[in-house]
């Protein structure tokens, strides 16, 4: 099946009021990180159910399916690429890393990052260096950057926490809240698996923490000492 194909069954399967809460819940209005973005009003687990579908799909034609200007496609086409590269073999997993990163512009709100850099980036550089992370971190793309924090959730879940921690120490004077949200995501993370990490890491950074930042990655604490981190008292 062609992308033009895939793209007028994603038109057919389109619902306008599906659409409509879409554009109001990933922030497509003016001066909104999701502006201008296109819905097609798509549900995800729809699409989640057509990736086993278009599975023989190749990096490529999966790439061109990106570069749509319907949010629903790029999802789709990130869902297709996450399954390449988890069944391909090496040579696939380096074309569809390349692939991702040559289309960061297009993996351009926060659940299209989330559904997929771990799994591609992060999963790629398990076992490489790491700087091309410290690079994206770095980026004027607040979707680069928060493609860099998320990556390393592939590193959490196997007990590695270093990456996370030198990226959250390197953005915690970044300006955009889903970057604070991101980085306490994955402070939490860490602090599931850890907390003598997480403990250290805020014992040292949490009264330069932004309040976001800060808030999700105490989120599991009790209470008091919830209260006391809040205060400035950790």
Known sequence: MSVAEIQKRLAALGDPRVAEGSRRFFKTGPGQYGEGDLFRGVRVPVLRGLVKEYQQLTPPEAGRLLTSPFHEDRLLALLILVRLYARGDDATKEEVYRLYLKGTRFVNNWDLVDSSAEHIVGAHLRERSRAPLRQLAKSESIWERRIAV?????????????????????????????????VGWMLREVGKRDPRALEGFLKEYHGRMPRTALRYAIE???????????????
């Not at 998320?150 to 990226?167: I, K, M, P, Q, Y």
Request: zero cysteines.
């Open 150 to 182: 998320l990556a390393t959730f592939h590193f959490v879940r196997r007990g590695e926490f270093e990456e996370t921690l030198g990226l959250a120490r390197g953005l915690l004077s970044d300006p955009e809240d889903l970057i604070h949200k991101a």
């Open 220 to 234: 599991r604490f009790p209470e008091p000492e919830r209260q006391r981190y809040l205060k400035g008292e950790g």
